[in-house]
């Protein structure tokens, strides 16, 4: 094993998606693991070793930690003597403590342990320690092999049949982003070995930064729509604003159509590469995820062809899905109840009655981050009605945050089981105003994106109170989209690893901002690496376009967004920009639900309307129109209920 005696494992975000219960306080209530994950274990536990496991657990012991492992079927794998929780070591995987420890437990040197976990802080921390690191699973035999990693961008040199990204999956790629028309360019961990494999089937493979940057650095892709904007050949941009910083400039590693890539090494933060002149989305955290490799709309992914059939059905829709119980709870959704969820949540008023606690930052570095994930998840369990909730653990920068999930099972079941999520992002920041601070400094975010977190909690309350949909009706509220769509993106991933049937994702980012009549809004459904997405996605966007006139008679058809292969311009504005771009990415029908952004295409477009309050500190209550979110959320209420009871 190449000297290597032990391996340790983190647990969830690496060997599955942990299940957490709603507080107070939250407790691991199961454990979903990725489907590569058992036979990987059982083909290292049949070779000379040790397995453990290096776990940040909360308020969870390992009395409650093993039993869900047993019940997983996971626990059999690893010593119990190697088995080290928060809980009972007190110690976190945030200093390189607990890794010593680890070492010391095993009876070897640090330098004869690896420890495999997908958040580069704790890699880092792990190495301190001395120990050898491994980014994901299935890179483990390659490392104990004595392989170098690789970062790299992975192409078919020729012609591209229907099987070549299964090539690259067969052959140990672990995907991290995949773009192009209809996917061509696929960004990548391999092995040397394999990058050697795949030049002699003739990819195209470039690496990407230093060897072994996979190791200890996380990607991300960050985009410079100053540069964007000023069109081809000119030299206007904001890259000099990262690259004049030497901290900075030595962590950029290619630039791409989309943009600047870096390898943020683990301990720095995306916080400091907030590019100025930026628009909604230019950071991407490009997370490990086999499941980007899946052909879209096949096997597992495969959408039903009676849901695609129903949407081609538009007077059907028009005339028989929304009856006057539905009407009545969606007319609900009102300016005054949306009003009153923006100012609890975004510190215009105290966030729950008998506290004086308010919410005045949702950014994840706030220190009452938790205490605003906390207060939203009794929210969504106090909405009346069947709304069973729950959180989904993720870990970014060393530290663990969660989504906020409440579910209405449908009546549906086994095969014919389908979901249908209505979501918005909970987080906020201010980093547009000069000398903003992000641990320290208000962030209202009433518009971004308290007003979408206003309009799913209102229609989770509407939507509670009607009888039972035939399809399971979700509402996430995702954290971390500031920092580069990470809630979401750690969801959808284990949504798709899981096979999760999801048929229709509608996502609200920024539904408060109007200033000039008539209050027109638009429809994101863009999604150039796949054109069966971007066409399942998009009669999402025309569903929406027919229940407007039902239920917000005051809004006018909203503009309907896709993407194209003719260039930026040709591109829909928010592809890749916002949550639901990560359901997109692993084969999900999807949309987002916005005002009217500021960006085109074109880029000088006259009919948008840009916020000037776009992250800063002025992103107040007092600047959202109610009536105009509230006639956006009555929208979105009504084509996720038709889209759960579709016949």
Not at 39 to 44: E, H, N, V
Request: glycine share 8%; hydrophobic share 40%.
């Amino acid at each position: 094993m190449n000297e290597i005696d032990v391996i340790f494992f983190d647990l969830g975000d690496t060997l599955g998606s942990a299940v957490v219960s709603a507080p107070p306080p939250p407790h691991l209530a199961g454990f979903n693991v990725y489907p590569f994950v058992p036979a990987l274990l059982r083909r290292l536990s049949r070779a000379p070793g040790r397995m453990g496991v290096i776990s940040n657990t909360g308020d969870d012991g390992a009395r409650e930690v093993n039993r869900v492992l047993h019940d997983c079927g996971l626990l059999s794998y690893f010593e119990p003597t190697l088995l080290l929780y928060s809980k009972e070591t007190g110690l976190k995987k945030d200093t390189p403590e607990v890794f010593r420890l680890a070492a010391q437990r095993a009876g070897v040197p640090p330098e004869r342990a690896l420890f495999v976990g997908e958040d580069a802080d704790e890699r880092t921390q792990a190495q301190l320690a001395g120990l050898r690191v491994c980014p994901h699973p299935l890179l483990v035999e390659d490392v104990l092999a004595g392989d170098h990693l690789w970062h790299a961008r992975i192409a078919p040199s020729h012609a591209r049949d229907e099987a070549w990204k299964q090539v690259l999956a067969d052959a140990g790629v672990v995907p991290l982003h995949v773009s192009g028309a209809e996917g061509e360019s696929v960004i990548g961990i391999l092995s040397q070995r394999v990058a050697v494999e795949l030049f002699n089937r003739q990819f195209e493979v470039t690496r990407l930064g230093s060897l072994d940057d996979p190791l200890t650095t996380q990607l991300y892709l960050l985009r410079d729509d100053r540069a964007a904007r000023s069109g081809f050949h000119s030299p206007a941009g904001q890259s000099s604003a990262l690259l004049s910083k030497p901290d900075l400039a030595g962590t950029v590693i290619a630039t791409t159509p989309e943009g600047i890539l870096v390898a943020v090494p683990g301990g720095k933060s995306v916080e400091d590469y907030h590019l100025p002149q930026a628009f909604h989305g230019h950071n991407e955290k490009l997370m490990a995820d086999p499941a980007l490799l899946r052909p879209f709309g096949r096997g597992a992914m495969e959408r039903p062809a009676d849901f695609v059939a129903v949407l081609e059905r538009p007077d059907a829709l028009q005339v028989a899905a929304l009856d006057a119980a539905a009407n009545a709870a969606i007319a609900t959704i009102s300016a005054a109840r949306i009003k009153t969820l923006v100012e609890r949540f975004s510190g215009q008023q105290a966030m729950e009655n008998g506290s004086p606690f308010r919410a005045t930052s949702r950014h994840i570095l706030s220190p009452g981050s938790q205490r605003i994930v906390e207060a939203l998840a009794r929210e969504l369990a106090t909405s009346g009605g069947p709304i069973a909730v729950t959180l989904h653990p993720f870990t970014h920068e060393g530290q663990q945050y969660h989504n906020v999930l409440g579910e209405i099972a449908g009546s549906l079941s086994g095969d014919s089981r389908t979901v249908v999520i209505v979501c918005a992002h909970l987080d906020s920041t201010a980093a547009s105003s000069p000398g903003y601070r992000a641990a320290l400094d208000p962030a209202p975010g009433a518009d971004d994106d308290a007003s979408g977190v206003a309009a799913v909690l209102a229609i989770a309350r509407a939507l509670a109170s009607l009888p039972q949909p035939k399809s399971t009706i979700r509402f996430a509220l995702f954290n971390a989209e500031e920092h580069g769509l990470v809630g979401s993106k750690a969801y959808a991933r284990d949504q798709s690893q899981l096979s999760e049937p999801i048929t229709a994702v509608f996502q609200m980012d920024m539904i408060g901002h109007n200033e000039v009549a008539p209050p027109t809004f638009q429809i994101h459904a863009g999604f150039l690496p796949s054109s069966d997405v971007q066409a399942r996605s998009t009669l999402l966007g025309e569903l929406l376009r027919l229940v407007v006139p039902q239920v917000a008679a005051e809004l006018p058809e909203p503009r309907l967004f896709q993407s194209g292969p003719g260039g930026p311009a040709d591109r829909d504005p928010a592809e890749n920009r916002s949550d639901h771009s990560a359901f997109h990415q692993r084969g999900y029908a999807a949309c987002a639900v916005t005002e009217d952004f500021a960006f085109g295409p074109p880029f000088d477009d006259p009919t948008a309307e840009v916020n000037p309050n776009y992250h800063r500190l002025s992103d107040t209550a007092d600047q959202v129109d109610y009536e105009y979110a509230a006639a956006i959320a009555r929208t979105v209420a009504a084509a996720a209920w038709v889209s759960a009871n579709r016949p």
